[in-house]
């Protein structure tokens, strides 16, 4: 009779110490990405983001200051970044921020031709960053 294992089993013989099967050789599938969180804009060109709440606010705080339709204000990028600390990608002097990784967004809009920047953080509003 050869070695037991802990269990009383034979040693080495996975079957009986309750090893897991191999996996059969059938057809493998893709693997499935998990939905995005809804707080979470999504990526790529500005086309990407017409319907995100963020980019409509985005797009309605500047119509208003500019005067115009909020048809006239283009998306031209927007897209998820990681800001290097709380300044969000727009610092204002005299201020301090955290000095900590901060995830967030970036809406670039487009108006008379020029461009105008909106930063914010997940899960909050964007703001108007003239810089």
Excluded at 47 to 59: E, G, K, N, Y
Excluded at 121 to 130: N, T
Aim: glycine fraction near 12%.
């Amino acid at each position: 009779m050869g070695e037991q294992g802990p269990t009383g089993t034979p040693a080495g013989d996975p079957e009986q110490a309750g090893a897991q099967p191999e996996a059969s050789s059938g057809p493998e599938t893709e693997p499935v990405e998990p939905a995005p969180d809804p707080g979470t804009p999504p990526r790529g060109d500005g086309a990407d983001w017409l319907d995100d709440p963020r980019v409509a606010a985005a797009r309605e705080d500047l119509a208003q200051r500019l005067g115009l339709e909020v048809e006239a204000i283009e998306v031209s990028k927007a897209n998820e970044i990681e800001w290097n600390d709380g300044a969000l990608g727009c610092p204002e002097e005299g201020m301090d921020y955290s000095q900590a990784l901060v995830p967030g967004y970036v809406v670039v809009l487009r108006a008379r031709g020029e461009t105008h920047r909106y930063h914010g953080a997940l899960g909050k509003p964007p703001f108007h960053c003239p810089r």
